[in-house]
């Protein structure tokens, strides 16, 4: 089975503080998602990563940036932390597009780090 | 044209009944439709997912009704239990890395 872990369940900091966030998959995917999730907006996604070093912004980049430097882990980074980040934030991974099963792009998701940014 | 329009916020059911979610899309060339379903305190699971090239897919209980034309696609619940109350997310992609998911319904099925 397909494991997504996301390094705390709940964090909380401070205004102005740099956070990490940190996601580890086990199943060698090469794609890798961080979405945020609010009440009444859904699953919002915040960047995308489709291999080592490599990454795209989502719909709400802004305040976000990420790494990754191996294959199997990628962090999501709040350079100055504020109040308006304070969300359920969810990692994915997923196989890159293709193959002929509709399932093949299923993005698996880890179970999420609660942030409250005081 | 990016949005998901999902449908309703909410969902209340007793056991055996059939709950419906209902989605809209804008854009014609999203080709990839799937469902997640989201238990407290879990990330979200793929349920089941459809392609345009058919109007309906069951699996188990649960059934994608697809209408191209008027883009729209809905979840069906056949027989609901209580352990289908959960939080349920459709979405839409025309590349299926990137995927567009609707605001979620919570859906309580009550004994």
């Known amino acids: 089975d397909v494991k997504v872990t996301q390094s705390s369940r709940y964090l909380v900091k401070r205004t102005g503080e740099k956070v990490f966030l940190e996601c580890v998959q086990d199943m060698d995917h090469e794609n890798m998602f961080w979405y945020r999730q609010d009440p009444g907006l859904g699953l919002r996604l915040i960047y995308f990563s489709y291999d080592v070093k490599m990454k795209e912004k989502g719909d709400i980049p802004e305040g976000y940036s990420v790494s990754r430097e191996k294959k199997e882990r990628f962090s999501l980074i709040l350079e100055s932390a504020s109040t308006n980040q304070t969300s359920m934030y969810l990692c994915a991974s997923s196989l890159p597009y293709g193959g002929g099963s509709i399932s093949y792009n299923e993005q698996f998701f880890g179970p999420g780090t609660r942030l409250t940014v005081l | 044209q990016q949005q998901v329009k999902q449908s309703p916020q909410s969902l209340i059911v007793q056991k055996g009944g059939i709950p419906i979610i209902n989605c809209a899309y804008e854009n014609t060339a999203f080709d990839y439709f799937p469902w997640y379903q989201q238990f407290p305190g879990k990330g979200p699971a793929l349920l089941i997912a459809?392609?345009?090239?058919?109007s309906e897919k069951k699996e188990g209980r649960f059934t994608i009704s697809f209408n191209k034309s008027a883009k729209q696609f809905s979840l069906h619940i056949m027989d609901s239990q209580p352990g289908d109350s959960a939080t349920y997310f459709c979405a839409a992609s025309k590349d299926p890395d990137k995927l567009i998911f609707g605001t979620g319904t919570r859906l309580q099925v009550f004994p």
């Open positions: 459809i392609r345009p090239d058919v």
